[in-house]
């Protein structure tokens, strides 16, 4: 979980929004510019526990001593308690290209 949390941090993403909180699956969205796409799916599972808000910018992700992840947002820390993490990286259009 460690390398893919680096991953993440590596992005340097301004923005970050829970597209999804239920049933132990949380899914954060990050994007620079949310109005035209988003470029990382960050789907954790197995989630026993999240205090993280619906939106939040400027975040750094680390693993905790307690093998939960912290999240660093504007002053505030944020925790995922989760079994797993699937990073899925690229650019997700809202609209239709051609």
Known sequence: MEEALARINELHL???EVARNEN??????GSNDFVYSHYLEAEFTG????????????????LGKDGAVWIRAEDQEYEIQATA????????YYYKRE
């Open 24 to 29: 132990g699956t949380l899914l954060i969205l």
């Open 14 to 16: 301004w923005d970050f």
């Open 85 to 92: 993490l699937a990073v899925r990286i690229g650019r997700v």
């Open 47 to 62: 989630v026993t526990f999240t205090d993280v808000p619906q939106r939040f910018s400027h975040a750094e992700f680390r």
